[in-house]
């Protein structure tokens, strides 16, 4: 019979609302990373879980009797590098994360790291960044399909108009995250 990893989650307070953050242990690091961090009241979230649980392995709550494991470490150092983010204290996260996907979704979402904290750019540019020009709505497909909200910063994508488009958290959200990255920069 084969076995399959176990994906263990935890709600994480922040001041846009409750988030589901999930860590599995990460064979190639040897470690736990983290695959998961959701608002919870995303319409697309158990969906969202369902292919986690597909690609990686069963999702389940953290117990009272995990206190001490790595995966619970690295739920408290998420718990605090967000909190630090929230704070404006923090602009990069390092943090260990497995996000399963095709391979273009990895190169979006490669690409979502690398923009810088308080600036945004467009569906359009990150296409023609990975040398595929016209592809703008795959690009918003892959950035829709992002399981890391935050860390994999997939808020800073904007329409070639400049309007906000496309979050699952909500585009009240995605306006608060930018507005704060925004602010941050000055304080």
Known sequence: METFP??????????????LAGVVDDPAANRPALCLLEFCDRPRLPRELEELAAAIGPVDALSEFES?????????????????????????????????????????????????????TTYGDIARALDRP???????????????SII????????????LHGYGGGIARKRTLLELERASLFS
Request: proline residues 6%.
């Open 6 to 19: 176990r994906i263990v989650s935890r709600e994480l307070d922040t001041p846009l609302g409750a988030m």
């Open 68 to 120: 001490a494991t790595p995966a619970a470490r690295l739920f408290d150092e998420t718990e605090s590098q967000l909190d630090s983010y929230f704070r404006r204290a923090r602009t990069v996260f390092d943090l260990p994360v497995l996000a399963p996907g095709t391979d273009f979704q990895q190169a979006v979402w490669s690409h979502l790291q690398t923009i810088p904290h308080g600036t945004t």
């Open 152 to 163: 994999i910063p997939c808020h800073r994508v904007i329409d070639a108009n400049g309007k």
């Open 134 to 148: 016209g592809a703008q709505r795959a690009v918003g497909a892959a950035n829709g399909a992002n399981r890391i």
